[in-house]
C-alpha cells in the first residue's frame, strides 16, 4: 500500500496527469459560468418588483447562493468530469508502470459517462447524509470512513474491470476489502482539503491501478 501511495504522487506530477486535471478544472468552471449567467438572464427576465431595492436585493443574494454552491459543488462537478478521463490515466500508469503486462480494455465512452455520473451521485448523496453530523465531534470521522468506503470499492472495481468482467472485479474487491477500505482513507482524507481534492479523482485511480496490480501479483 505505501509503495503504490509513492507510486501515485509521482504519477500526480507527470504532464499528463497535469493536462487532464487541467481540462476537468476547464470544463468545471465552463459549466459554473454557464449557470451563473442563465440564472442572472433568469433573474432579470421574470423578475420585476415595484420596489429597485427587491431586484437589487434578490440578485445580490442569487450570487451569494451561486458562490456558496460553488465552492461546495466544485470538488465533485471536477470528480465527476475527471470521470470521463479516469480511464486514461488508468492507461497511462500501465504504460509507463506495468509495460510487459497485458494492457486493459477501454470500456465505452457511454460507461465512462455513466460511471462519472455515479460516482458523483452517490458521493453527494453521502456526503449530504452525513452533513448533520459534521459539525459534531465524530462528524469529520464519519465523513472520512464514508467516502473511503465508496472511493475504494468504485476506483478499485472500475481499474480491475479493465481487466475482466465486472463480477469478477466485484468478487476481488469483496475479497480485499479491509484492506481496499484502508486505502481509501487516503484519498478520503485529501478530498476534505480545498484545493487538492481537485486532484483526488486522477490521484485515486493511480493509486488504485497500483494498488490492483500488487493485490493481482499477490492473489497469482
Sequence with gaps: MVKALVQAVGDLFSPQFRGILFKALGLT?????AVMIMAQFILVTLTNFSWPWADELLGVGLGVALLVGFFFLMGPVTAAFAGLFLDRIAELVEQQHYPR???GTAPPLAKSILFALKFFVVVLAVNLAVLPVVFLGIGAIALVAANAYLIGREYFEMVAMRHMPPDDAR???KQNGPAIFFAGLIPAALSLIPGVNLAVPLF???YFTHLFKSVRASSA
Design 29 to 33: 468552471l465552463a459549466l459554473f459560468v
Design 101 to 103: 503486462d497485458p494492457p
Design 171 to 173: 468478487e476481488m474487491r
Design 204 to 206: 485515486a485511480t493511480s
